[in-house]
């Protein structure tokens, strides 16, 4: 099956180990990622947060690739997945908005095709049944938490993807992959997102108590679905913190592929962990 | 603009009178409705840093506290999670409520105590103009440096430099010049000015 892929810029840069193993498990499972050619940033907060319009625009220039493209959209980022389904709707009502993108690209759009997120084309178009008959190092013996974040699964008129306060998409994932999913408390709180950088008072405290809830429910990891969450996790936590997974990289591992590279990144190091359950080599 | 004295108090507060109807006219949304049942406010994950809760600002547009509102720490504090807009019961969508409530601020010159937010969003647009793409060492770097706060997360930054998690050198797309036609466009937001 192939797929229009929007990347977006953490897969580029904080997220490298992201990407890399989000290319690596869609080989494997027969998807065909074809990233849209010179796409730009969605806008992300910055551009919502200050201006409507030039947020939705600067989104709409995406879409408006992808669509020249005749297939369906990818996105890896749950943050520019939720900007490109609102931009989505935004292009279809907003007459002016539309008529001006038109202007600038010189293509019309029609919105004629789906922006689904990873989570969504793994699990509801690869499915489980293959990943399962696909695996050849299940990851025996490793407890994880499943970390949704907000806007994967919220609100769910827009992303249609899940319950919104009890999601089980990445739970079943997990269990697929031999791993053990456990219940908990913080499976969609929120990490404080794009509060990183401005408020750093805010998101240690909130990444620590949402570590902290995943250590009481006796999770060895946690396995996320997108970049800020990982980054928020894996470094606003501080010392003895849990090694925070892309769900990519627990797949990538249980199919067979060599993901050290992608391990190596993270700032809490997840190797010791993996290399003890025997489900990385050691040096 | 008219000033009213609170009996209780004796304060005297500045009301403008048309503010929510102009709020629903800009972000689309309806505010109305909402009848301060503190869901949002009970769900929401950086309710304990802001200055007024939530539903506090719903009810400040309602009651038309245009300044109170404006220079609040809340609108920018809002992370966009969306939990109070699930949770509503009346479906009033906050959060693109907030994001109209910033772009009045910044549109009629208000600045709030949350100026390194303000900043931030500034560096990030104008790394997109530029590039195309968030480039996130300049974005960092010129970020700690306007807000005079260099040294934060340095040895974070560190840390992640050795671990490959950062590009130097950024990249531009090809079309950068239907970004700049972009901005040229929309850049200049003249929607919100009250």
Known sequence: ?283 | MKVITIAKTGDEETVEPGFAELVQQISGKELRQCYHCLKCSAGCPINFAMDWAPNQIIRMVQLGLQERILSSSTIWLCASCETCSTRCPNEVDLPTIMDTLKEMAIQNGVRSQQTGIQTFHRVFLNCLREYGRMHEVSLLALYKLLTLNPFEDMGLGIKMFRKGKLTLLPSRIENVHEVEAIFRAFGESKRSKI
């Not at chain 1, 953490?10 to 050619?37: M, R, V």
């Not at chain 1, 551009?47 to 709409?60: C, E, F, K």
């Not at chain 1, 974040?149 to 306060?165: K, S």
């Not at chain 1, 809830?213 to 990891?221: I, L, N, P």
Request: hydrophobic letters at 40%.
């Open chain 1, 1 to 283: 099956m192939k797929l229009s892929y929007f990347p977006g810029c953490s897969l580029d840069g904080t997220a490298k180990e992201y990407g890399s193993s989000t290319s690596a498990i869609c080989q494997a499972l027969g998807l065909e990622l074809i990233e849209i050619p010179d796409w730009n940033c969605c806008g992300a907060s910055s551009g919502h947060s200050t201006n409507y319009l030039l947020g939705q625009a600067l989104a709409a220039r995406n879409l408006i690739l992808a669509e020249k493209q005749g297939l369906d959209m990818v996105v890896a980022c749950a943050a520019c997945f939720s900007r490109f389904k609102k931009t989505n709707i935004a292009l279809k009502e907003n007459a002016e908005l539309r008529g001006k993108m038109e202007e600038i690209m010189g293509i019309p759009y029609k919105g004629s095709f789906e922006i689904r997120h990873l989570l969504d084309v793994i699990y509801n178009t690869v499915g489980l049944e293959t990943i399962k008959k696909e695996v050849t190092n299940p990851l025996k013996d490793l407890r994880l938490v499943p970390y949704y974040g907000c806007v994967i699964v919220r609100p769910h008129e827009l992303t249609q993807f899940d319950d919104e306060e009890q999601p089980q998409v990445i739970d079943n994932l997990i269990e697929a992959i031999g791993a053990e999913s456990l219940p908990w408390s913080d499976k969609t709180e929120c990490c404080g997102a794009s509060l990183s950088l401005t408020r750093v008072d805010i998101v240690k405290k909130l990444a620590r108590g949402i570590v902290e809830m995943a250590k009481e429910a006796g999770a060895q990891a946690i396995a996320t679905a997108c970049p800020l969450c990982q980054a928020n996790l894996d470094m606003r936590y501080g010392e003895d913190g849990l090694p925070v997974f892309y769900f990519t990289e627990l797949l990538g591992l249980a199919l067979g592929i060599e993901g050290k590279s992608w391990l190596e990144r993270h700032i809490t190091d997840p190797l010791p962990l993996l290399t003890s359950l025997n489900l990385v080599k050691g040096e």
